[in-house]
């Protein structure tokens, strides 16, 4: 099963030009090694979403099938194959 | 015939401004779009000139690019140009200052938040901590001022170089003379009212701004949060230039790039009135290194209740030096007459948080 990662309109041409980035995990993993694996040619990208210490920004949102990382366990948060992440820009900062 | 140009960083983006004649100009942005720009440097040690720029967006965080172009297109390093090692456990929040090695053309210092010094070999590309700072033993004592805990000032040392001037709000001014390894305060004369148990202490002062005069490097200028001061030792003490300014509060010092003792205030009332002394913009300069002002407001407006923040002021390259500076509701003025007069250069931009010049041939 295809895990998707789903990218915010503002992020996108930083993964040249893809809405969503598709992964095919062999078993469940922490949201961290998801992200590592997604972003791994778009380092750019990956910058965007989480500092170098690989924390999620602040006013970024990361969604594991419609649940707040940041509520769960952050980075830490398991994804199962087949999941959704979703990486949405927060309604706040500006 | 030469072109100037004018790098307008704000809280929403970068402008640049062209002239060839320094009163007519022609906006070019903005750049990095609802970002906030705080650290502009024109690097004009190498051809073609290097135009860095620090910024951070709060949704998608920090950023360093450089152009070698004059802004037509920009380079971001994959990896991240600044990048706090793991040990460290720290994450780069902003880059508040970029300096450029008076010594050596390869060599840029950058001042970040968290408070850290940084030092690029690559012209600007990649950056190495510096440990030294880093693990000082006051570092954990350092506080935050109003827009966040930041080395907010990188002097290097035209005639010495082992011997560099960080500063930050509120932990104040520290040296080095062997080269960056090790650093000590140089804050002897600086009040900190605000630290009622010791209002004379060895560091913890709220400097906001420093600037090195262009003839004697080891003379030194501060604006601090409540007070003005010289140093003429390379600053280690400081002696205060307040007496007959109309307030000792402000953001920002410029000196000179040309002319020796000649400095540039933007004064505000106090740091409980944050607007221009008597509601009239105003620059203060002096020309005997801080001994006697003069106030020059011709062509500033009335009735004007913004100010002017750090590193919102700087000075072009012309043989003629410019001074420029950009207020918290987005005008910038322009003097081409040692502040005699000054004229609009910008209007209605976002708040002004940096502001740098040159003159290219």
Redesign the interface.
């Known amino acids: 099963m295809t895990t998707r990662v789903v990218l915010p309109a ?2 996108r041409e930083l993964a040249g030009g893809a809405a969503e980035l598709p992964l095919e995990l062999p078993a469940q993993v922490p949201l961290a090694e998801v992200l590592d694996l997604a972003f791994e040619p778009w ?2 990208l990956a ?3 989480r ?3 690989g ?1 999620i ?1 602040r ?2 949102n990361v969604f594991v099938d419609g649940e707040d990382a940041r509520r769960e366990q952050g980075v830490q948060t398991p994804v199962r194959p087949g999941a959704t992440v979703h990486v949405i ?2 309604v ?3 | 015939m030469t072109e100037t140009i004018l790098g307008i960083g704000t809280r929403k983006g970068l402008w640049l401004a062209r002239s060839r004649d320094r009163r007519s100009w022609e906006l070019d942005g903005p750049h990095f779009l609802m970002s906030e720009v705080m650290s502009l440097l024109f690097d004009t040690r190498t051809e073609p000139t290097r135009l860095l720029v620090g910024f951070r967006s709060s949704h998608w965080g920090p950023s360093l690019q450089h152009s070698d172009d004059l802004g037509a297109t920009w380079v971001e390093h994959p990896d991240g140009s600044i990048r706090f090692p793991e040990d460290t456990g720290a994450a780069l929040q902003a880059t508040w200052q970029l300096a450029a090695d008076p010594h050596d053309p390869a060599v840029v210092w950058a001042g970040t938040e968290p408070h850290a010094l940084w030092r690029s070999d690559d012209r600007g590309e990649t950056f190495s901590l510096n440990r030294g700072l880093w693990d000082h033993p006051h570092r954990t004592q350092w506080g935050d001022g109003a827009g966040g805990g930041a080395i907010h000032t990188v002097l290097p040392s035209p005639s010495d170089p082992g011997s560099v001037l960080v500063a930050m709000s509120a932990g104040g001014v520290y040296n080095t003379r062997d080269g960056a390894q090790s650093w000590t305060p140089g804050n002897t004369g600086i009040h900190a009212y605000f630290m009622p148990h010791d209002e004379w202490p060895e560091f913890g002062q709220c400097v906001h701004k420093v600037a090195r005069d262009v003839a004697d490097p080891s003379r030194l200028y501060a604006q601090n949060h409540r007070g003005v001061y010289r140093s003429d030792d390379e600053g280690q003490t400081w002696q205060s230039i307040e007496e007959g300014l109309p307030t000792n509060f402000g953001m920002t010092v410029v000196s000179h790039p040309s002319r020796a003792d000649t400095l540039f205030l933007v004064p505000i009332a106090s740091d409980g009135e944050r607007v221009p002394p008597g509601a009239q913009l105003q620059v203060q300069r002096s020309e005997d290194a801080g001994k006697t002002w003069q106030t020059l407001s011709n062509g500033l407006p009335g009735d004007c209740y913004t100010n002017v923040l750090r590193d919102a002021a700087g000075m072009d390259t012309a043989d003629e030096p410019g001074f420029y500076f950009g207020t918290r509701n987005g005008d910038v003025f322009a003097s081409t007459d040692g502040g005699e007069s000054f004229s609009l250069v910008a209007a209605q931009l976002p708040d002004v948080l940096c502001v740098r010049a040159v003159t290219l041939p």
């Open positions: 503002m992020l380092p750019v910058r965007r979403v500092d170098e210490q924390q920004r006013h970024v820009n927060a706040s900062g500006g």
